[in-house]
């Protein structure tokens, strides 16, 4: 099993900045994609930033610019600094994990952390 522990949430206003925090503890081999994603209300989860084992980055464009995702591979956490947040920033944040339990597995399974709340007022 593995558990994915996320920190960081909070309430801000317009324009101020948020760091959040997700650490993987757990059976855990390698770790290949962690990424961020949110929830607005009434809105799907979407994308904000994925970092690549070998530190390569993808953003959405809505955040490109003002977000920066990065990872310790030693510790198996990951991080994301949110400048410059906006009230549409506002949602449940939650970090996924593709990660291998043993050198034996064929595939990589997903998990999913319990959500941290960010809230941005105008």
């Known amino acids: 099993q593995v558990q994915l522990v996320e920190s960081g949430g909070g309430l801000v206003q317009a324009g101020e900045s948020l760091r959040l925090s997700c650490a993987a503890s757990?059976?855990?081999?390698?770790?290949?994609?962690m990424g961020w994603y949110r929830q607005a209300p009434g809105k799907q989860r979407e994308l904000v930033a994925h970092?690549?084992?070998?530190?390569?980055?993808n953003y959405a464009d809505s955040v490109k610019g003002r977000f920066t995702i990065s990872r310790d591979n030693a510790k198996n956490t990951m991080s994301l600094q949110m400048n410059s947040l906006k009230p549409e920033d506002t949602g449940v944040y939650y970090c996924k994990l593709l990660l291998k339990h043993t050198n034996d597995d064929t595939y990589l399974r997903a998990y999913w952390g319990q959500g941290t709340q960010v809230t941005v007022s105008s």
């Open positions: 757990g059976s855990i081999f390698s770790i290949n994609t």
């Open positions: 970092i690549t084992s070998g530190g390569s980055t």
